[in-house]
Every structure is written in C-alpha cells, then in structure tokens.
C-alpha cells in the first residue's frame, strides 16, 4: 500500500488523464449495465402488475366505490319459495331466461329460435315486462311479469331503470323456487352451439360465472378494461343457493338506494369482502361479447354463444347479426333486408356503418328471394 501510495504521487499528467479516462469508461459501462438491469427489471413488474391486474384486481378498491356499503351480506337465512309462476318454470336440468319488451320482440323470436336449434327447447321461459308481449309468442312459455304497466323501457328512459330493478326482483322471486341451474340471458344473444355442458363444468368450481364484458363504466373504475375482469350481467350462470339470494338482494339494494344499473351492482357486490362467492369471468372465445365478436373477431368458429350488446338500437343489433351470418330466423332475415335497404341504406346520408356488409350478407343469405336487391 505504501508502494502504491508512492507510485501515486510519482504519476505523470499523461497517465493521470489515461487513468480519468479509464475510469469514466468504466463508469459509462458500468451505468449502461444498470440501465438494461432497470429495463429488464421495469419490464417484469410491468408483467407481474398486468398479471395481478387480471386475476387479483390489485388496484380496483370496492370499498372506495359509492354504494359499496349497500352491498354488505345479509344473514343468509334459508329461502322459501313464495311466487307461483304461471305459466310453472321449466322442470329441466337447466332453465333459460329472458327478459322483453315490446321493443325486442324481434330479438325474442330469433333468440327462441336459436335455442330451439340447439336442443334446448324444453328449458325456454321468457317474462314479459311490458303488456301485451306475451301474445306474441303463443308456443313460448311467456310470464306476464306483475309490474308490467312499464312502458318505454329503451336504454336510458326512466322505464328502462325500472325495468333492470324489477328484472333483480324476480331473480330474487325465481331463485328459492327451482333446484335447475338457471341461465339468464339478454334477447340480443344467439347461440350457436349447446353451451350447457360447458357451463356446468364451470360451475363444479364455481357458484356463478359470467360473460366478460369489454368495458367498464364510471360508477365502478373508468380504468375497468385495463385493470380487472367486468362481469356482464346479461349472461349470467348460476347455481341457485341461499348465498345467491343473498347476493342478488345486495344488488337490488344498491339499485334502489344507489343506482338503478344492475351490472354496477354486480361488478361491485361480487367483490364485497365479506363475501366468499366463488365465481369468474367465462372465457372470450366461447362467449364473446358485442365487441369482441362483431368488432373484433367475427370470423370466431368457436363461439358458443354471441351476445350483440354495445349496440343500443335493436336495428343495429339485427343488422349486424344478419351482416356476420349469426341470426336464426331465415323466414323474416329477407323482410329485414328490405326494410333495413330502404330505410337505412338507399338515398340516405350517410347511410348506416353497416350497410355494406348487410346487402353483402342479404345478396349471399336470401339472393334467391329478393334479386332485385342483389342485381348488380
């Protein structure tokens, strides 16, 4: 060390400035090692936050959301069934049901149609929430449900709200009334192959799944896509049991002393800490939503069933689903492509998004019913 200490003080300027660049070299290397470490280092957390993110919901706080605290569980006591339905619910394995209104008849009828092809025929009930629907579907079992004086019930109208929490009550009213797993499915659904062997796999791990949605809302997390998985509630797969009438009361009390939108009161409920729900969001492939099928993937063969949610007019939810080859009824597909042309298309401007791929599908579907549509 003394050596060394002597040979220091003996070093010349030359080699003080080779010693000063060796070691800012040194460093330069040194720091760009630390920089591919940091990157590296940024990139793993970035993956482990996206994988956390999807199945562990590390930001998303419930607690923090309004309305949160009307989600809190009740005593679970057990249920007794206390409605009696006329017309009786299906005695199947499982019960498909759906809600109308006047509005979406026409989807009514193409969705019993594609539940009719797959084999499911016998596990049809449909509740009607506006009069005189019922009448439409003579060969249907069809409940009148008993506040059906709503009218207008569009997206957004005031009946509309009314509609989603009386929807919520005769969930309530069903579950303690039936031992079948119930499927409760939105009209604009068409499904194409049998999904029940599927979905009761599902629920050998799980009391209740659900489509996935592609989007949040900002009474949950205006972040919902991108950090955890948002439930639909317009497909929805159960086990009935004392802890879903619980949870379902939950949700229809964050509706009437919150907010009337059930799918907030889902999303947010489910997530209750208190709770020990078991559930899931199903898999996009087999049960894709409006978005990912009609957006994104609408070549998907796989589907088991295609929800044409994200679309808030019943003309736009026809015609897409006429457009991509997934409506059912053939005998009224040509009625809707001349109506749809004429209304929508012709001497409009600018005419529907969709128009294209509608007279594409019509001229390919119905050419032999409607030719002059399709002469070129």
Known sequence: NADARENKHSLTPYMYAV???????????????????????????????YHLGTSKEFRFNPSA?????????????????????????????????????KEWIPLAHNWICSVEKVGLSNALYLVAMEPGVCQHFPNTPCYQHPTAAIEGTYFGQPGY???????????????????????FSDTDVVFRKNPIAVLD???????????EDSTGIYLVDILATYVFSYICGGFVYLRPS??????????????????????????????????????????????????????????????????????PRTVDKVANMIGQGVWCLKETGPKYCREYRR??????????????????????????????????
């Open 19 to 49: 010693n000063i660049l060796r070691c800012i070299s040194r460093c330069r290397k040194r720091k760009k090692r630390l920089r591919i470490i940091a990157i590296i280092a940024a990139a793993l957390v970035t993956i482990l936050l």
């Open 65 to 101: 959301v309004k309305g949160y605290h009307f989600c809190s569980p009740g005593a679970q006591e057990p249920q007794q069934c206390q409605h009696t339905f006329n017309p009786p619910l299906p005695t199947s394995n499982t019960i498909i049901v759906t809600f109308i209104n």
């Open 161 to 183: 709200q009314q509609f989603m929490i009386e929807r919520t009550k005769f969930i309530l009213s069903m579950l303690p009334c039936t031992k079948s797993h119930v499927l």
């Open 201 to 211: 796999l599902e629920l050998v791990n799980y009391d209740i799944v659900f489509q």
């Open 242 to 311: 004392n802890e879903m009438v619980d949870f379902y009361k939950s949700v229809l009390t964050y509706q009437l002393k919150w907010n009337w939108n059930d799918q907030a009161g889902l999303n947010i409920c489910i997530r209750h800490r208190s709770r020990s729900i078991r559930w899931r969001t199903l898999d996009k492939t087999l049960f894709p939503n409006g978005k990912e099928f009609f957006q994104f993937h609408p070549d998907n063969m796989k589907a088991l069933a295609v929800h044409a949610n994200f679309m």
């Open 343 to 376: 209304s929508y298309c012709e001497g409009v401007e600018p005419p529907a998004v969709w128009c294209k791929q509608l007279l594409a599908a019509c001229c390919k579907l119905y050419g032999d019913i409607d030719l002059e549509m399709c002469v070129v």
